[in-house]
């Protein structure tokens, strides 16, 4: 059970620790700085991390890089999106 509790913990801190970094991309609509080629590293890692916690069994694995992969994919689509937009 303690395992469970600390697969639980590190894998919310690693899937927030990109939250700060999303919500300044919102506020702040730049995202010039952020390498588009380490988000794709980070959803591969992750996604493939999925696939593990999937092939062993293991929740904590599973839902924490799940969530992982979701705020990532929203980094990568404001990525996208905001270097489109011309400079103001």
Known sequence: MIENFVGFAAGLLIAISMIPQVIKSY??????DISLLMLFIILI????????????????????????????????????????????
């Not at 506020?27 to 010039?32: F, S, Y």
């Not at 992969?69 to 270097?83: D, G």
């Open 45 to 88: 890692g992750e996604l493939l991390w999925v696939i593990y916690g999937i092939l062993i069994t293991s929740l904590p694995i599973i839902a924490m890089d799940a969530f992982g992969f979701f705020v990532t994919i929203i980094l990568v689509i404001m990525k996208i999106s905001y270097e489109k937009q011309p400079f103001k």
């Open 27 to 32: 506020k702040t609509k730049k995202v010039e």
